[in-house]
């Protein structure tokens, strides 16, 4: 089946600054979505982007199917972004889930 | 509802035990997920069922687990004789007819087997 894989697994930042998390998938697809998982659990859907690029206030994502990568960016962290990001791609009936990158801002 | 609701949102039960976890999609959706959650992983698919009926129950890790959607709307996940490894969240997502965007989850059920 399909293999996504996430990195960094995990990262710090200090309050303010920008950082990028990246995604692979091992076969074509045409859907592909970020998720935040809160601290309290909750998988919250960021993007759907199975291609080009997406802008949501500080966050934007960038999916190049072709080569089959995405790209989370994050600008101007904050406290509140802190949890797990998930990337997840559609394989038949299902979403396949990255590991995720566990994201830890300090204030 | 405006949400999927899951219940209880933590469950503890004693190794043998039979436990039912219980999953309200959002109202009109058809398309109704189970994923499971182990400590440190991404979440991993169970079933998905169109209605009342399970469409793909190809996650389903052995017999002892079952899931029914018997009215289309609420569905009942049920795990039988529990394992420590059944530990982890069960999470629900539902979808307006089996399309992946707009695809919302619950807050999941912490299962514990102790």
């Known amino acids: 089946g399909i293999q996504v894989e996430q990195s960094p697994p995990d990262l710090i930042l200090q309050e303010g600054a920008n950082s990028t998390l990246r995604c692979n998938f091992s076969?074509?697809?045409?859907?592909l979505q970020w998720f935040h998982q809160n601290p309290w659990g909750q998988l919250i859907n960021l993007f759907y982007?199975?291609?080009g690029t997406k802008q949501n206030g500080r966050l934007s994502a960038t999916t190049v199917a072709t080569e089959r990568y995405s790209l989370l960016y994050i600008s101007s962290s904050q406290t509140t972004d802190s949890g797990v990001y998930f990337c997840?791609?559609?394989?038949?009936?299902?979403?396949?889930f990255g590991a995720g990158t566990i994201l830890r801002v300090k204030s | 509802g405006a949400g999927v609701s899951q219940t209880p949102s933590n469950k503890v039960t004693e190794k043998g035990k039979y436990v039912e976890l219980r999953c309200d999609p959002i109202?009109?959706?058809?398309?109704l997920y189970w994923y499971r959650q182990s400590l440190g992983q991404g979440p991993e698919f169970l079933i998905y069922?169109?209605?009342?009926?399970?469409?793909?129950d190809s996650g389903l890790p052995n017999d002892r687990f079952f899931a029914v959607r018997p009215e289309g709307s609420v569905s009942t996940l049920k795990i039988q004789r529990t394992e420590r490894g059944d530990s982890a969240v069960y999470l629900c997502?539902?979808?307006?007819?089996?399309?992946?965007?707009?695809?919302?989850f619950g807050s999941g059920t912490r299962l514990t087997v102790v």
């Open positions: 997502a539902s979808s307006l007819q089996g399309t992946f965007y707009g695809y919302t």
């Open positions: 076969d074509s697809v045409n859907n």
């Open positions: 982007i199975p291609s």
């Open positions: 997840a791609v559609v394989g038949g009936n299902k979403l396949v």
């Open positions: 109202s009109g959706h058809t398309a």
């Open positions: 069922f169109q209605g009342t009926g399970a469409a793909d």
